[in-house]
Structure formats: structure tokens, C-alpha cells
């Protein structure tokens, strides 16, 4: 007998026992295989009519991995932005989060809304969206400055070692914003954050920052690097 006849023989001997399981069990279970590989999570959605049901459960949907997903799909299927559009009505944050970095730099007239998603998504404990949230704060108005390192927290919170996070969440960044088209004027250069004569005697209020530079022991100094970077990477895209 070969292999693909033993898969339909198990499957079939399968599916009675899979009819028996409660509806919460199925989603708990369809739940955890989206949160792993949204390529997977399909594939048993098209195994059987029960698993198909509970894989357009909300829970299922909100928990579904979509880092891989494309940040702007440009030849991808209706049946494809719906998929999205649905995980982001259910409060999927990578799916907030990514709609909210298209909105907000690659369309001026739709920032407002974009900075909505993102704030959606950090608030669901998205740390990427929570540090671009925090960065547009600071550079487009000094007055939310509190609110912004209120978005560092969500950032921090998640490791041991926060510069090391904020490195992985730059670095993601970096990768989104390569996909997409941006707005040049999305991110305007804000004042300094820092205003201490020491920090500038020794140099380190330079616009011309690298990635490769080692950050300073100034809070407001590593921040105003952080700014630097993202309009470098903006500029750059």
C-alpha cells in the first residue's frame, strides 16, 4: 500500500473520533498550530470540515503568526487581504501593527489612522509597534514625550537586557520598511532630545550617526540616535 492511500485511510479513520472532540478543544488546538506556521494552520483548515470551521474561530485568528506575511502584498489574492483584514478585526497584533506601518508611511493623508493601528497593536503587547509608536511621538511632538517612554515600557518589559530588544525591534523595522514604498515627510526631524552641554562637548549630538556606533550612557542621547536611524533607514527606502 503506498503512503498516499495509508494518509487517506488514516484520515478517514480519523475523522469520527475529530467529530467527537468539543468545539473548544478545536480551537484550542488549531489556535496553537497558527500560532507556529500560518502555512500549516491552512493546510489543516483544508483537511476536514471540522477543522475548517474552527479555523476561522476568532481566537484562532487572533493568535495566528503573520511575521512571515508580507508587509505590502502586492500580488497577492482578495482571498488573501480578507484573511488579513479579519485577523486584524479579531485583535491580531501583527496584523494591526502592519497595516498601521503602511498607513502611516506610505500614504501622508492616512497617518492619523495609522498611528491608530500601531497604538492598537502596542497596547495587545506588540514590542515593535510600541518602539515605532514611541520614536513617531518623539519626533513629531515633544509634548507626548511622556506617552512615548510609556511605549518603551511594553519594549523593556519584554527582556532582561532592553538595548538588546530595541536592537531586535530596529532591526525588524528595518526589514518591514526595505518592503514598502514610504513618504518622505512621514517622519520629520524633531529638536534634540538632549540639551546637555557635556553630551555635545564630547561630540555626541552628530546627525551622522552609524549603526555600528556604540549607544551612550544619555538616555535622551540614545534616543535621538534611535531618530536618527529610522529617518536614515526612511531616507534610505
Not at 485568528?61 to 478585526?89: A, H, I
Not at 509634548?143 to 536592537?167: G, M, Y
Not at 532591526?171 to 514598502?180: H, P
Request: aromatic content about 8%.
Amino acid at each position: 500500500m503506498d503512503c498516499q492511500r495509508l494518509t487517506k485511510r488514516t484520515k478517514k479513520q480519523l475523522f469520527p473520533y475529530i467529530k467527537s472532540l468539543p468545539e473548544e478543544l478545536l480551537t484550542e488546538v488549531l489556535a496553537r498550530v497558527g500560532s507556529s506556521s500560518v502555512t500549516d494552520l491552512f493546510n489543516v483548515k483544508l483537511s476536514c470540515k471540522e477543522f475548517f470551521n474552527a479555523g476561522c474561530d476568532a481566537e484562532v485568528l487572533r493568535r495566528v503568526s503573520l511575521e512571515k506575511f508580507p508587509t505590502v502584498p502586492w500580488m497577492n489574492s482578495s482571498e488573501y487581504y480578507s484573511f488579513l483584514r479579519d485577523c486584524e478585526e479579531k485583535g491580531n497584533p501583527e496584523a494591526l501593527f502592519k497595516h498601521g506601518m503602511v498607513e502611516y508611511f506610505s500614504s501622508m493623508n492616512k497617518q492619523e489612522s495609522g498611528m491608530e493601528f500601531l497604538k492598537k497593536a502596542a497596547c495587545l503587547g506588540h514590542e515593535e509597534a510600541a518602539y515605532i509608536l514611541e520614536l513617531i511621538l518623539l519626533c513629531t511632538d515633544h509634548r507626548l514625550k511622556a506617552q512615548a517612554f510609556d511605549f518603551l515600557k511594553i519594549v523593556e518589559k519584554e527582556s532582561s537586557t532592553p538595548s538588546t530588544n530595541i536592537q531586535k525591534c530596529r532591526k525588524r523595522l528595518e526589514e518591514i520598511i526595505r518592503e514598502m514604498w514610504t513618504s518622505r515627510g512621514s517622519l520629520p526631524q524633531p529638536e534634540p532630545l538632549c540639551t546637555s552641554l557635556v553630551c555635545k562637548k564630547n561630540g555626541l549630538k552628530s546627525r551622522w550617526v552609524s549603526i555600528e556606533d556604540k549607544p551612550s550612557n544619555c538616555e535622551a542621547c540614545r534616543w535621538d540616535r534611535e531618530i536618527v536611524l529610522l529617518r536614515n533607514m526612511l531616507h534610505a527606502s
